[in-house]
């Protein structure tokens, strides 16, 4: 069946996600999240694109940005071959890393910008990584609270008020409004059996039964317990099939 062609976006504007092979996690530790904000920040340069908002999950991407000099594909392609050469050098691995489409939206009104701004700063909340958005590192909130390094600000900002202080209060209370709209998802649809939860608890953390995780010192422990939330294993499953307490996985 051929592929439908993408909505171009009127205004250059597109809500992005990068998906990660297979559900697979593509930020082991944050050297990673850091390479990949770098990665994005050089080509930014060479494209010339703007970005209004980022975040960095443990098996996908969300990305907000304006194309400019580059149309979104070339970017999309420059930005995943360059990340997934380093991330496979690395790991001593081959083969791809992103599923070979990604998904877009295209922005077309400043309201739904804002929607959607807001609907990627909330995404950790939303999964249970973090209780407040301000605690996630890997996303572009700090960034309009504090210095801007990648995202360009002073666009959607003035959204909110031409004084920035102002706006910026404006931006945090617009932030803590739990309304995600219809935005653009990763289709989460399909469940990790048992099986499979099992298999990969067992592979992650090189264990013979799933219990055994428990006998781990606690650093250890936790470093696995983390990377095994990034595989899409639900926090009441994990608790489950390990016997470690849920409230043990949730404060990680």
């Not at 939303?126 to 801007?148: L, N, R, T």
């Not at 939860?197 to 219990?211: L, Y």
Request: aromatic share 10%.
């Amino acid at each position: 069946m051929p592929r439908t062609a993408r909505k171009k976006s009127e205004t250059g504007i597109y809500h992005i996600i990068l998906r990660g092979i297979n559900r697979q996690t593509i930020f082991e530790e944050d050297d990673d999240c850091i390479r990949f904000l770098e990665t994005l920040k050089k080509y930014k340069e060479n494209d010339e694109y703007q970005i209004y908002a980022y975040c960095l999950m443990g098996n996908h991407i969300h990305l907000l940005l304006r194309e400019e000099k580059e149309e979104l594909g070339l970017i999309m392609r420059r930005i995943g071959a360059s990340y997934v050469y380093w991330y496979n050098c690395k790991y001593d691995r081959v083969g791809h890393l992103f599923q070979d489409r990604y998904k877009s939206e295209a922005i077309e009104d400043d309201r739904y910008l804002l929607t959607v701004l807001r609907y990627i700063h909330r995404n950790p909340v939303k999964a249970g990584m973090v209780k407040h958005i301000k605690d996630y590192q890997w996303s572009s909130y700090s960034e309009y609270i504090h210095k801007s390094s990648i995202i360009d600000r002073d666009f959607v900002l003035n959204l909110f008020n031409h004084e920035e202080e102002t706006a910026i209060n404006s931006f945090q209370e617009y932030h803590e409004i739990n309304d995600e709209g219809a935005c653009l998802d990763i289709d989460e649809s399909r469940r990790i059996s048992d099986n499979e939860a099992r298999e990969i608890i067992k592979k992650i953390c090189g264990i013979d039964k799933c219990t055994d995780i428990q006998n781990l010192d606690n650093e250890k422990r936790n470093r696995y317990l983390k990377s095994l939330r990034k595989t899409g294993i639900s926090t009441r499953q994990l608790a489950r099939l390990t016997g470690i307490n849920r409230n043990i996985i949730l404060k990680l």
